[in-house]
């Protein structure tokens, strides 16, 4: 099944940057959307940002415009450029992908990374 290793957290001060990847491996028989989530201490999970099959992108109001969500197929690798950081934004960080069949449906319950914590002070 699909391995996601995420890397390139760490502490930035606030109004810093940094870059974010998510490098997937085992890859199965279906078309697959990405997703990045994050979840800060005593909070729910959240979802942050998402590139689907097509390269369409979503974010979170909240990260609108500070964000950019991307990948590379050729390295099978997902990033999140973040700019402008705020405290607001220190979360474990976690990458996701859901596998779709041919009609659009689920083909499988989707994986996640373990995570790389971001800590904005």
């Known amino acids: 099944h699909v391995q996601l290793v995420e890397s390139g957290g760490g502490s930035v001060q606030a109004g810093g940057s940094l870059r974010l990847s998510c490098e997937g491996s085992?890859?199965?028989?279906?078309?697959?959307?990405m997703f990045w989530y994050r979840q800060a201490p005593g909070k729910e999970r959240e979802f942050v940002s998402s590139i689907d099959r097509w390269g369409t992108t979503k974010y979170v109001d909240s990260v609108k415009d500070r964000f950019t969500i991307s990948q590379d197929s050729t390295k099978n690798t997902l990033y999140l450029q973040m700019n402008s950081l705020t405290p607001e934004d220190t979360a474990m960080y976690y990458c996701?992908?859901?596998?779709?069949?041919?009609?659009?449906?689920?083909?499988?319950?989707?994986?996640w990374g373990q995570g790389t914590q971001v800590t904005v002070s």
């Open positions: 085992g890859w199965d028989y279906c078309s697959y959307d």
């Open positions: 996701k992908t859901q596998g779709r069949n041919f009609l659009g449906g689920y083909c499988d319950s989707g994986y």
